[in-house]
């Protein structure tokens, strides 16, 4: 099933990534779970895949960044 279009499989990708340990999660780990969610394969999209899945990962780290710089900009403001 190729008629997912990129949105969907974005919206998949996040969903599975939501609360996964980004440390140890594979791209080949979500696409199983994605292809058992969907009931299809995603095997012949690897590539198309794999890119959204990098760019998921990395639009939550930046999000983690952004949390972890405001916390820390409250802390210095306090110092002198």
């Known amino acids: 099933m190729s008629d997912i279009s990129s949105e969907d499989l974005r919206r998949e990708i996040q969903a599975v990534l939501k609360d996964a340990d ?11 779970q994605v292809e058992g969610k969907l009931n299809c394969s995603l095997l012949s999209r690897k ?8 760019e998921v990962i990395n639009e939550q780290q930046d999000e983690e960044d952004e949390d972890d710089d ?3 900009g409250s802390r210095c403001g306090s110092r002198r």
């Open 22 to 32: 980004l440390a140890t999660i594979s791209a080949k780990r979500v696409r199983e």
């Open 70 to 72: 405001e916390g820390k």
């Open 47 to 54: 590539k198309e895949f794999d890119k959204i899945v990098m």
